[in-house]
């Protein structure tokens, strides 16, 4: 049986400002019903496999497991401490699977790409999976459309049964190289993604890369239980090498074989993919929200929060969020990287935060701020609850838009309901839970002289967290 295992530990931030490091592209809905995780899972369902192994960042543990607990209940949930790339992720995930007691095929998937026909990419699977029985390590290619410059290539060695040997792998090209490729044929996109035997993949790490190997045996010997979540060893998964799977095992392996996929593919790794993936209107618009469009041609439009008009342009990105607005040629989108590189040195926190910030027992997101004070919109979950805590330097002042709130103050528990609200004094234990069946909205006034996240006393937390979580 087929073991998926689904890489989602990416922090990219080459569609900010929709996606940052705390909300990478994974967890954003783009195109389609759902996030690219929850779609990425959804596809697996013809397939009959196992439940899938998700590998994750731990910094984005809940808003993962929130994700997948609609979609997939009963996936294992395996936290990275720390970001090394995908081919110790998919090292410990095989020797996860080999430690259930068999030696399954696993089938390694990006959690953030777009595959048009679910039908087309499980029968691709089904034609791979006899070279994965038989010992190869099979990659999927996709047939180009254009001269590609941000994929790598597969080019096509002799035929076998469902695919071809590779004969190479080819860097990123420039785009005359990516011109003659594509004029050449017999050259594939890289996909990114793989089907193999848990065992093979480990054979290959141990004749290519043993220290990696050694060090993802003591982070699997060394993970522990952590409320819904395997926690792999931090010493011992930190101290391996990082490096991507293609660099450190399909670029070496002898037994490299590629199968052509035959749904469309995208990595929706820019905003030029995005375009080409989203349905766009008669003159090749592609818009989402609140938007107004006069003489506009061939651009993306995205609003989030507020009315965005465009008038008279062409071949434009604008993107708004409720912190940033983007505005940039088409063609040039691929460099919003060196905006946010540049907003980093500067010391500015938009690349890496979100506006709405996800907690296990919800999310909030911030309205209003001045020098002391702070209002923030917050959804609790039914049956959330944030922890028993009290703060040193801020009052706060709850009132229930929607939904019943079960609050603490010291020594006292009560119900407040729409429309009502409560006081929270500076230094007074307090908690908040939705007792209820529908979320729980609330704004929150903060007032005081510190309105950091940091100022938190954690007494009782049922999620076992630190106090900047």
């Known amino acids: 049986m087929i073991q998926p295992v689904i890489l989602s530990g990416g922090s990219g931030t080459r569609l900010w400002p929709l996606s940052r490091e705390s909300m990478p592209k994974q967890y954003l809905e783009l195109c389609g019903e759902g996030s690219l995780l ?68 696993l089938l390694v998937l990006p959690a953030d ?57 080819i860097e990123k090209p420039d785009v005359e190289r990516a011109k003659a490729l594509l004029e050449e044929g017999a050259h594939l996109w890289n996909s990114g993604m793989f089907l193999f035997k848990a065992s093979r993949y480990l054979e290959e790490l141990s004749r290519l890369q043993p220290d990696m190997l050694k060090a993802c045996e003591e982070a699997v010997a060394n993970a522990h239980e952590d409320l819904d979540f395997l926690r792999l060893g931090e010493a011992a998964f930190c101290a391996s090498p990082s490096d991507s799977i293609d660099y450190a095992v399909m670029e070496q392996c002898h037994t490299a074989a590629v199968v052509p996929l035959q749904a469309a593919w995208s990595d929706i790794g820019s905003f030029r993919a995005l375009w080409e993936t989203l349905e766009k209107d008669a003159v090749g618009n592609a818009q989402r929200g609140d938007v107004w469009l006069e003489d506009t041609r061939d651009s993306l439009v995205l609003a989030e929060h507020r009315l965005v008009a465009t008038l008279g342009v062409d071949n434009l990105v604008v993107v708004e969020t409720a912190d940033a607005v983007l505005v940039a040629p088409r063609d040039q989108a691929q460099r919003v990287k060196e ?94 839970e939705n007792p209820g069946k529908i979320d729980l909205e609330l704004i929150e006034v903060q007032s005081g002289a510190y309105l950091g996240e940091d100022d938190i006393q954690r007494l009782d937390d049922v999620y076992a967290r630190p106090s900047s979580e």
Not at 38 to 66: D, N, S
Not at 82 to 102: K, Q, V, Y
């Open 339 to 432: 905006v946010v590189a540049a907003l980093k040195r500067a010391g500015r926190d938009e690349p890496n935060s979100a506006p709405r910030v996800h907690r296990p027992w919800g999310s909030f997101q911030a309205v209003d701020s001045g020098q002391r004070h702070q209002v923030k919109h917050i959804t609790v979950k039914p049956g959330g609850r944030l922890s028993l805590q009290r703060h040193h330097h801020r009052a706060e002042h709850w009132v229930v838009v929607s939904g019943t709130a079960l609050v603490t103050l010291d020594e006292r528990t009560f119900l407040v309901s729409e429309n009502q609200s409560t006081y929270i004094p500076i230094g007074v234990l307090h908690r908040l």
């Open 113 to 169: 790409h777009g595959i048009d026909d679910t039908a087309r990419f499980c029968a691709s699977v089904r034609q791979a999976e006899p070279l994965a029985q038989t010992g190869h390590l099979v990659t999927f290619g996709v047939t180009p459309t254009h001269p590609e410059t941000g994929y790598g290539y597969i080019a096509c060695g002799e035929a076998l049964e469902g695919g071809f040997r590779v004969e190479r792998f």
């Open 38 to 105: 929850q779609q990425t899972l959804a596809r697996l369902a013809p397939l009959g496999a196992k439940e899938p192994i998700v590998m994750g960042h731990q910094a984005q543990r809940f808003l993962m497991a929130e994700q997948l607990r609609e979609k997939a209940p009963e996936a294992r949930f395996v936290l990275e401490p720390e970001g090394r790339n995908t081919a110790p992720a998919i090292a410990c995930a095989a020797l996860l699977a080999l430690a259930d007691g068999d030696d399954p095929v």
